[in-house]
């Protein structure tokens, strides 16, 4: 069953460009040249029950557009959305029941009052059931380990103690759809890791249906199955995770650790070479050839230790994929 | 209705927490207010020493009971509702209220009950200071039925007070400028309201004019209750008028909301 149904969505925000300067900014007091700055051109995807879809893009894309968009926050200038049957600018309260969202720059929370307090307030906004309600909070308590900061107002925490609270803020209706705008923004490499195992855990327990965006390709690697790519405002991929790495991932990665410095000249031959360090480098070597390379390198004299073969960063295939190669 | 009920107290409740950690600032604004009224009642002392007994049928007396009367119940219906309303809106913060099942303008009324609560409470108390310490100057009506008229009348100007004050925040869906525009309207509301001056010293076509508006009736009108110079008939017509602008106000309230969320643009990623 498709739960979210996107057909030749356009979205065009209104800008006034205003010239730079003192004079520029005169002129503008007294005229103000409206123009229009297409965001999202006529897209189109479904993404079905149960579906962890991640939705990547350069800075600009429409990534953010999109999603306000499907929450119904904004009204799409053209084009049909539905999601869970609903047309999400109708706002109905039904609708908004069963779907969550955290955007990573913007936090849901109130900054002066304490995570306990926001859940109780979230709560009453939700018309939660009283037994349910302390269940789910409860296991999200736990799962995401928030337990020694609820109540201290939210705006001593850190980045990434408030993020927990955010999902746990998005999640304690028990939604049937979320949408996560950059939930790992700003948190170290341990907290990142930490939200991902989460929702991916989350995710295998409630089949809840999720549309991730993330800057950071390892969110991207260990919970989606399935990816969009939009750039400019138009899809330029849409498809399994899997496909795009054996499509576009023209090289491999050889990973090289040795007893005894080598040279880079010597290196140079097998491919090329990167991150060299003396007793460790990496060589890239197009895919097809990856075998009999690793071979030639263990039958040569070099001193090395160790070798392994590893698929190109997807970081590096996506920003082939933008620039259009 | 229990659950609408426990929804509407942990809101006002969460609000008035949130203002506790202002308690500096709701202190120290109430010494301006004192102040001010401290300084109309010197003013009105000073032209009233200097000229005739009694200015358009004010004695000294009456006046300093307006000016007191008045601004007890200027303070007891008065919120700050525009600057948030335009505030959720240019930061995009109003975003987060329309994923949410409650309704923003619900939400919003309920929030500012709780973030008002504890200056209105401070401010009424001051001002009763006051006029206990006038308490030899000024008039007093102790008929009950005045003193209700009054009191129903401050509740309809309160609920007439978030409408208005919602409209006005809600300009920020226009222009991102709106403190400009708001000051100037607080002024307008305010000479309307009786609250520079009685109105009864205007010409009389603006005397006509601010009675069909609604901004009298949270001061000039339930003061001149107070000292009786209008009768209860008079009252019950204003309460009238009252009603009528909550039923309009309203429904301008539903117009402008969703030609608003048309323009809202949800800035911020
Ligand atoms: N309120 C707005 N008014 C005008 N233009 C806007 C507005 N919001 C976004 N845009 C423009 O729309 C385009 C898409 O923005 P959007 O925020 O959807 O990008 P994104 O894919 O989320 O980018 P990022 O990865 O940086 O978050 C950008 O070019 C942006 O400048
Ligand atoms: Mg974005």
Known sequence: ?325 | MFRQLKQASVIISSAFQRMLSYQFSVITYRIGEVAEVLVLILMWSAIYSSGNGAVKGFTLNEMITYVLVGNLCAVAVRSFLPSVVARDIEEGKLSMFLVKPIPYIKYIFLNELGRIFLSTVLSVISQLCVILFFLDRIFINTDWRYICLIFLMLILAFIIELLIGFLIGAIAFWTEEVNGLQTTLERIKRFFSGGYFPLSLLPIYLITASKYLPFQYSFFAPAQLYLKKVDLGQGLEGILIQVVWVILLSLIVRVVWHMGLRKYEAVGS
């Not at chain 1, 999603?67 to 049957?85: A, D, Q, R």
């Not at chain 1, 103690?161 to 209706?173: K, S, T, V, Y």
């Not at chain 1, 050839?289 to 590096?316: Q, Y």
């Open chain 1, 1 to 325: 069953m498709d739960i979210i149904r996107v057909k030749n969505l356009v979205k065009s925000y209104e800008i006034y460009r205003k010239e730079p300067g003192l004079w520029g900014s005169v002129k503008s007091f007294f005229y103000r040249k409206k123009d229009f700055a297409e965001a999202v051109k006529d897209i189109s995807f479904t993404i079905k029950e149960g579906e962890v879809v991640g939705f990547l893009g350069p800075n600009g894309a429409g990534k953010t557009t999109t999603l306000k968009i499907l929450s119904g926050i904004l009204y799409p200038t053209s084009g049909s959305v539905e999601v869970l049957g609903f047309t999400p600018y109708d706002r109905k309260k039904e609708f908004k029941k069963q779907f969550g969202i955290v955007m990573g720059q913007k936090d849901q929370l109130v900054r002066m009052l304490p995570a306990m307090d926001n859940f109780l307030l979230f709560k009453e906004f939700y018309e939660a059931p009283e037994g349910e309600f302390d269940k789910t909070l409860e296991e999200l308590i736990e799962l995401l380990d928030v337990k020694e900061f609820l109540n201290i107002p939210v705006r001593k925490l850190s980045l990434g103690q408030r993020m927990r609270c955010e999902l746990i803020a998005a999640l304690l209706h028990n939604p049937k759809v979320l949408l996560l705008d950059e939930p790992t923004i700003g948190l170290d490499v341990v907290a990142q890791k930490n939200i991902r195992d989460f929702i991916r855990k989350y995710n295998q327990k409630k089949k809840t249906t999720i549309l991730l965006t993330s800057h950071y390709m390892d969110d991207i690697k260990e919970l989606c199955e399935r990816v969009i790519i939009i750039n400019f405002g138009k899809i330029i991929y849409d498809g399994k995770l899997a496909d795009l790495i054996s499509r576009y991932a023209t090289e491999k990665i050889i990973k090289i650790t040795a007893t005894d410095t080598i040279s880079k000249e010597s290196l140079g031959k097998f491919g090329r070479v990167e991150d060299y360090q003396g007793i460790r480098a990496l060589i890239r070597v197009p895919r097809d050839r990856v075998k009999s390379v690793a071979a030639e390198i263990i039958s040569s004299n070099l001193p090395v230790d160790d070798i392994f073969i590893e698929d190109m960063p997807i970081s590096d295939i996506v920003r082939a994929i933008f620039e259009g190669r």
